[in-house]
């Protein structure tokens, strides 16, 4: 039996056909596909579609800017677009796929052109077109869920094949069988890149040919997305590239639906409590299906919290980049932001604006500044937290500002710029209005649009912050240069600040360190050598690690004596208690990225010299810090 049905779904590979010879036309214009309408014909359970591989110019800044040659996906007869044609069809349709290799120096070599789900694990993924050839490609479906297909010329110089071909590539969406199809986006990530892989084995930079788009454009020219109050907002996200992308969606929470590698898609439970965050990784080759519901009116930020990956990059003409370090740039946001950005603006009349007088809110002081240690090349700033309070609240020590707040207590926080470049502050995954979420030149609503923080200027953030959690805050303006000068911090929400247990309750923030000879590592509160952490055995912590890492898609963190793993329980995820099905003890284990926070609830049973350590997803040590359990 398991040979019938090996061969019924397994792609059965024609005889390939060459292409007529003909004089090769200029160069095409490559469309922007919305990934909105499915390609091919469908017709009695049978899906037929013809693709061609050519080459294309590109312009993912905009069709009035400078753009590139890349090789592309067309339907037969039709303009080449990126991504490639999105094939969406229903459970059990069959796939008639006719692929031309229409390059006549090398074979094109495709993968995902086969069936998709957990039964079709064993089968043949790739195949070979010759060049000029065409083959034919016939299979089932397989099972529900979000895929994708790419190809490569094979035998393609390094430089030529991380550029040429990255955008060799498109979403394959299998739907449910007899369900009427979703009313959902489907957003296609992929990075075109000039140099060679890896990335992130240098510092990046501005001035490198590298482009991270989304649906083939990079923001500001990515898609302009809109929904009422009220909608319910669908999205899938396919991440075709070799980075990992930590997808962050401000002001709102979403519940994660499905996480998938490509071949295999895992669709959580009917029943189960939901996956409810505000960022949520995307690693190399994966993808994940997302749903909200926007509550607040005004303009939001769907983008991949790795700074990195939201610069503007060099335009392809060589031509300058707007001004250095915010000064020229008349708006952040338009002008200095690039790459893996959405703008999401959300209609109605917004109903949750609290009309509190300032005398009834907690008032706050919150000043940027320069500190000591840094130079032009490499800067030193810091926030310092002042309050006329005569019973302050009890702070962890940590390296910089800990916002300590009260749960449904109005608060006001003036924001005092003493720096010599303008700044901003992003309240991170608090639920507020947009005017005051602080990403200059967009946050707002209509013409009343959150500014820009110039040096001796000051700005009032006010909001209640709903729930209690784990946050944080840090620039977003000019974030790279100032988030690693040391303008981050921890943002704590209790339901009584008062009664914080700065003993028990632990917060554990990771940044990169200020100096670039130390880039590549992870400070732990503020430095690379932190003093232990005191345990007692038998007592109750919690343990509160916030990712304010400027890059890094992902890094692993353990908590081992010798090789042994400690065992935890999670509590929270971007400052969401988790349910109770959700909450069970595991390892000491977790993969996070830049953006998002977790809390563990730790006992530890023995006593000993324990180590909590970093490392990269290849287990390169990045930092660790000595636990002395007594």
């Known amino acids: 039996m398991r040979v019938a049905v090996l061969l019924l779904v397994s792609p059965m590979l024609g005889a390939a056909r060459p292409v007529p010879a003909s004089r090769a036309p200029a160069v095409e214009r490559i469309v922007v596909n919305d990934n909105r309408e499915p390609a091919g014909v469908l017709r009695d359970g049978v899906l037929t579609l013809r693709l061609e591989a050519r080459d294309g110019e590109w312009h993912p800044d905009g069709e009035s800017k400078p753009g590139i040659v890349v090789r592309a996906f067309a339907e037969k007869g039709k303009r080449l677009t990126v991504p490639g044609p999105l094939v969406r069809v229903p459970e059990g349709t069959e796939i008639r796929a006719f692929v031309t290799n229409t390059f006549s120096h090398a074979p094109l070599v495709l993968h995902g052109m086969s069936p998709r789900g957990a039964h079709a694990a064993n089968l043949t993924d790739t195949v070979q077109i010759a060049a000029g050839a065409t083959r034919e490609l016939r299979f089932v479906a397989g099972a529900p869920g979000t895929y994708y297909y790419r190809a490569t010329i094979a035998a393609a110089p390094t430089d030529d094949a991380s550029s040429r071909d990255a955008e060799l590539t498109g979403a394959f969406i ?20 000039k140099s060679p892989p890896p990335l992130i084995a240098v510092r990046p930079t501005t001035d490198r040919l590298v482009r991270f788009t989304i649906n083939g454009r990079s923001w500001p020219a990515t898609e302009q997305l809109s929904y009422a109050m009220g909608d319910t907002a669908r999205m899938r996200f396919i991440n075709t590239s070799i980075a990992g992308h930590p997808m962050h969606l401000h002001g709102f929470y979403f519940d994660v639906n499905s996480r998938g590698d490509g071949s295999m898609d895992s669709v959580f439970a009917a029943g189960a409590s939901p996956r409810r965050v505000v960022t949520e990784r995307a690693a190399a080759g994966h993808t994940f299906t997302m749903s909200w519901v926007p509550e607040r009116a005004g303009n939001w930020l769907l983008h991949c919290h790795d700074n990195f990956h939201v610069l503007r990059n060099k335009p392809f003409d060589g031509s300058l980049l707007v001004g250095e370090h915010l000064v020229h740039a008349s708006n952040h946001a338009m002008e200095m932001m690039g790459g893996l950005v959405m703008g999401v603006t959300v209609r109605g009349q917004d109903r949750s604006a609290a009309n509190t007088s300032e005398r009834e809110r907690r008032s706050l002081r919150l000043v940027a500044k320069v500190d000591s240690g840094g130079d032009t090349a490499e800067p030193s700033f810091s926030y310092q937290l002042q309050e006329r309070s005569a019973r302050p609240y009890p702070t962890p020590r940590l390296h910089g500002a800990t916002l300590m707040l009260k749960r449904g207590e109005p608060v006001s ?176 284990v977790q993969t996070m990225g830049m953006g998002e926070t977790y809390d563990f609830e730790l006992v530890p049973a023995a006593t000993g010299d324990f180590r909590l350590t970093l490392t990269t997803l290849a287990d390169i040590p990045l930092g660790s810090m000595l636990v002395q359990v007594r």
């Open 413 to 588: 926080i003036t924001v005092v710029n003493e720096l010599a470049e303008p700044t901003a502050v992003h309240w991170h995954g608090i639920e507020l209005e947009s005017y005051f979420d602080g990403v200059a030149g967009f946050s707002g609503n209509g013409r009343l649009i959150s500014p820009v923080i110039a040096p001796r200027d000051s700005f009032v953030a006010r909001f209640t912050p709903p729930r209690s959690g784990t946050f944080m805050f840090h620039p977003h303006a000019d974030e790279v240069r100032q988030q690693q000068a040391g303008l981050s911090g921890a943002l704590l929400v209790l339901d009584d600040p008062a009664a914080f247990d700065t003993v028990h309750d632990v917060p554990i923030v990771l940044t990169v360190p200020r100096d670039n000879a130390s880039f590549a590592k992870v400070a732990i509160n503020g430095t690379t050598t932190p003093a232990p952490l005191q345990l007692h055995a038998g007592e109750r912590y919690r343990l509160r690690f916030l990712d304010l890492l400027i890059f890094r898609a992902s890094m692993t963190v353990r908590l081992v004596r010798d090789s042994t793993r400690l065992a935890w329980r999670p509590i929270a995820k971007d400052g969401m208690d988790l349910p109770p099905d959700q909450a069970r003890t595991v390892p000491a």
């Open 174 to 193: 299998v739907d449910p069988r007899g369900a009427p199809r979703a009313l959902d986006r489907i957003f296609v990530i992929s990075l075109w890149t």
